[in-house]
Nanobody
Framework: QVQLVESGGGLVQTGGSLRLSCAASGHTFSFSTYTMAWFRQAPGNEREFVGMNWWSDDSTYYADSVKGRFTISRDNAKNTVYVQMNSLKSEDTAVYYC?????????????????????WGQGTQVTVSS
């Protein structure tokens, strides 16, 4: 079993920046072999894909809505994945979730299919105010 714990959420003004972290742990858990992703869910909306980091070559894929503003990175030594969010907009307000998978292929994971991910964190709230 894998546990994921997000942190770093909060209130930020429009145009500001925030970095979220997701710490992973588990019995005999090998973080470097997991593809990690971020999703978000705004009030009244379905959860949507933000981006992912592919485990084997550190490549990243992003939703069009955040491309050029958000950057996902990982530190395998710390079992942690990050999302650096810049130029934040009010529409970025949401609960942000991190997710992990080891079984899914690159395409399914990069398409942001929720069923491609097996483990989920509890989420952290990000509120962008104007």
């Amino acid at each position: 079993q894998v546990q994921l714990v997000e942190s770093g959420g909060g209130l930020v003004q429009t145009g500001g920046s925030l970095r979220l972290s997701c710490a992973a742990s588990g019995h005999t858990f090998s973080f470097s072999t997991y593809t990690m992703a971020w999703f978000r869910q705004a009030p009244g909306n379905e959860r949507e894909f933000v981006g992912m980091n592919w485990w084997s070559d550190d490549s990243t894929y992003y939703a069009d809505s955040v491309k050029g503003r958000f950057t996902i990175s990982r530190d395998n030594a710390k079992n942690t994945v990050y999302v650096q969010m810049n130029s934040l907009k009010s529409e970025d307000t949401a609960v942000y979730y991190c997710a992990a998978t080891r079984r899914s292929g690159r395409m399914a994971a990069a398409q942001g299919r929720e069923d491609a991910y097996d483990y989920w964190g509890q989420g952290t709230q990000v509120t962008v105010s104007s």
